[in-house]
């Protein structure tokens, strides 16, 4: 993506640059139950019952899964939700963001 703009008579090109993505990935626990994990992906994820319970299951028998990919802010967001309502359930869900 190009932007041009002209300034005393010169031609100054700027390069923007599309923001980096990043992946938001779910690690497991010994605590947190598979339904909860089921509902934050649904519900803060948006994924169907079907989605989120093979990521739960694969979350289980991997270790982890990406649970989704988003620009930095909104995965940062979605991070401290889902941390957030873990703690709240006293649960101790955790998360990690990696570039994509």
Known sequence: MKQEL??????TQYILKKPSLFNVIMHNDNETTMDFVVTVLMNIYCMTQRDAETTMMKIHNEGSAIVGQYYRDIAETKILLTVNLAKKHNFPLQLTIKEA
């Not at 002209?6 to 031609?11: G, I, K, T, V, Y």
């Open 6 to 11: 002209l300034a005393n008579n010169e031609q």
